[in-house]
């Protein structure tokens, strides 16, 4: 089974601190990405990358970067974090095949920004 | 880009009586695979379904689905609810796009299983 681990579990961030979470997964899988769950809007993707030093923006970029630093980490950075941007943050990974692969997801991370 | 359109909200199903999730979706993009996960409370999503085959059914725990690319739909069905099944359920749709497969989902639907 493939394992998608992400840190920390939980954060509290005041407005305007800079937050970074980090996932990690050891099944060398090419495609990661980072996912928001919000009740009314399910999954929404926000960054995703192919591979180490590549980044992309997914359909909800703004607020959040993103940084690849190697196969196995993919990072979500918030540099001026807001209450909007409080939420679960799910980070996945999969691939490197046909777009038929399935994705494994983390569990997830829970931001609080006061 | 793509989107997924499910059943929205909330649908509640009395033990024993089938189910049925719609998801319809639109592309622009022709290597597409369809998906549904399932995610239990306070639990990740997991996968329940893919398909990438136009008209043939594909099936898991009990779950069946069948792709109609003439339609554009993907609907998740079961003949016969259990408890257990009580879970929030997203539809969603692989394409490869910047050399990355991308999944889009769609909101999500929370299935509740009734005594």
């Known amino acids: 089974e493939a394992a998608v681990t992400q840190s920390p579990r939980n954060k509290v961030a005041v407005t305007g601190g800079k937050v970074t979470l980090s996932c990690n997964q050891t099944?060398?899988?090419?495609?990661m990405y980072w996912y928001r769950q919000d009740t009314g809007h399910g999954l929404r993707l926000i960054h995703y990358?192919?591979?180490?030093?590549?980044?992309e923006k997914g359909d909800i970029p703004d607020g959040y970067k993103a940084s690849r630093p190697s196969q196995e980490n993919f990072s979500l950075i918030l540099e001026l974090a807001t209450p909007s941007q409080t939420s679960v943050y799910f980070c996945?990974?999969?691939?490197?095949?046909?777009?038929?692969?399935?994705?494994?997801f983390g569990k997830g991370t829970r931001l609080t920004v006061v | 880009g793509d989107s997924v359109t499910q059943t929205e909200g909330l649908v509640t199903v009395t033990e024993g009586l089938p189910v049925k999730l719609n998801c319809t979706y639109q592309?622009?993009?022709?290597?597409?695979?369809f998906f549904w996960y399932v995610q239990y409370l306070n639990e990740a999503p997991q996968v329940l379904l893919k398909?990438?085959?136009?008209?043939k059914r594909t099936e898991h725990q009990g779950f069946h689905a069948t792709l109609h690319k003439s339609s554009s739909s993907f609907h998740l069905q079961k003949s016969s609810a259990q408890l257990s099944d009580s879970a929030l359920y997203y539809c969603?749709?692989?394409?490869?796009?910047?050399?990355?497969?991308?999944?889009?989902f769609g909101k999500g639907t929370q299935l509740i299983i009734q005594p």
């Open positions: 996945a990974s999969g691939g490197p095949g046909q777009c038929n692969t399935e994705v494994f």
């Open positions: 099944n060398n899988h090419n495609n």
């Open positions: 990358s192919y591979g180490a030093g590549s980044t």
């Open positions: 592309t622009t993009y022709l290597t597409i695979a």
């Open positions: 398909s990438s085959t136009d008209n």
């Open positions: 969603a749709l692989s394409d490869r796009t910047e050399g990355a497969d991308r999944l889009t």
